[in-house]
């Protein structure tokens, strides 16, 4: 498709529950970038992968985040034992690589109660 | 990563052109100069990048300075559409393709 598709568009956990977050990025585009935004205009990188390897996790707090982008399946991040910091929204981004333009998806609204 | 500062809003009027500033002082050679607007409850749109020259697309013109220590984002003429926050973005040939944001500066458009 052209679009980056996220699922669910909102997702409400309980403290301490597991949440699961899914991207399906542009057919072609080899590198999937995940980004937290926390406050209206903080972004934070999380992680990218180049096809189903992980290329880059300087930004994911590796004790209750995980990702994966497993061939013919939507890319996922999970986050174990949310906590109510983990509240944002939640964007997954595409791209072909060598600096050309990510392609940005609508988002993940988590809220941790 | 380099920083980029950013005015944190700034008004302008429907049809009038719209020049938002950046500033990059710490560049290095490697960075590309990348400008993202994100819409109200949208995500982060791509608008234009440049290295070294000066750039033009569709949507707008991004001037670079001759020392690379910041750069213009262009808007020809504004329109209630382009109501977003516009961020300036710096990412090295050394840095995985990852975008990292800065605050951004909220623009407004009045008709």
């Known amino acids: 498709g052209e679009e980056v598709a996220q699922t669910p568009k909102h997702l409400v956990r309980g403290e301490g529950q597991k949440a699961k977050l899914y991207c399906a990025p542009i057919?072609?585009?080899?590198?999937v970038f995940w980004y937290q935004q926390v406050l209206k205009n903080e972004f934070k990188f999380l992680i990218s992968?180049?096809?189903?390897?992980?290329?880059?996790e300087t930004g994911m707090p590796k004790e209750r985040f995980s990702a994966k982008c497993l061939p013919n399946s939507p890319c996922s991040l999970e986050i174990q034992a949310t906590k109510l910091e983990d509240s944002a929204v939640y964007f997954c981004?595409?791209?072909?690589?060598?600096?050309?333009?990510?392609?940005f998806g609508q988002g993940t609204r988590l809220t941790v109660v | 990563d380099a920083k980029t500062t950013q005015p944190n809003s700034m008004e302008s009027n429907e049809e009038e052109p719209v020049h938002l500033p950046c500033n990059h002082s710490?560049?290095?050679?490697?960075?590309?100069i990348h400008w993202y607007r994100q819409l109200p409850s949208q995500g982060p749109e791509y608008v234009i990048h440049?290295?070294?020259s000066n750039v033009n697309n569709r949507m707008a013109s991004l001037a670079i300075a001759e020392d690379r220590k910041s750069s213009t984002l262009i808007l020809h003429r504004a329109t209630l559409r382009d109501a977003a926050v516009y961020y300036c973005?710096?990412?090295?040939?050394?840095?995985?393709?990852?975008?990292?944001f800065g605050t951004g500066t909220r623009l407004q458009v009045f008709p």
């Open positions: 981004a595409s791209s072909r690589g060598g600096y050309t333009e990510a392609f």
């Open positions: 057919k072609g585009h080899s590198y």
């Open positions: 992968f180049q096809n189903e390897n992980v290329f880059d």
């Open positions: 710490t560049i290095s050679g490697t960075d590309y």
């Open positions: 440049g290295l070294t």
């Open positions: 973005i710096l990412s090295s040939s050394y840095n995985t393709d990852k975008l990292i």
